[in-house]
């Protein structure tokens, strides 16, 4: 077994483990990480701005009668919706990944505020 593994390494070229590197890498910078202190929860309901929320505040949201929103241990999520398939309560309680609602017209984006005071200097 410890010769195929030799063998296998001895074959591969630079380009190859050139690439790998760059795969690996690749994969390691996109990783969501843990959101700073300071986080803030933007919602945007049928391509409005709806309200801007600090994820340290843990808070239950009632966007209308089709959407409620909860935010609890610097995580939202979605936790009710009248939307045939409920792919949005499903998807669960994320501090990175936008949580969309399409039947609704629901986004749930998360941003720094320091990302907020880079586009006002700008």
Do not use: W
């Not at 843990?58 to 209308?64: E, G, L, P, R, S």
């Not at 241990?73 to 499903?90: L, S, T």
Request: one cysteine or more; proline letters at 3%; aromatic letters at 8%.
């Amino acid at each position: 077994m410890a010769y195929l593994i030799k063998n296998y390494f001895r074959s591969l070229s630079i380009a190859d483990i050139i690439l790998i590197v760059l795969c690996v890498v690749a994969v390691i910078a996109f990783i969501p990480g843990k959101r700073e202190e300071g986080s803030v929860v933007l919602v945007y309901k049928d391509a409005e701005l709806f309200g801007r929320f600090d994820l340290s505040e843990d808070c239950v949201i009632v966007i209308d009668e089709h959407n409620t929103i909860e935010i609890n241990d610097n995580k939202a999520g979605i936790i009710e919706a009248d939307c045939p398939d409920k792919r949005c309560v499903k998807q669960g309680f994320s501090n990175s990944m936008p949580i969309i609602c399409m039947p609704n017209k629901l986004v749930i984006r998360f941003e720094n505020k320091s990302d907020e005071m880079k586009l006002y200097l700008q």
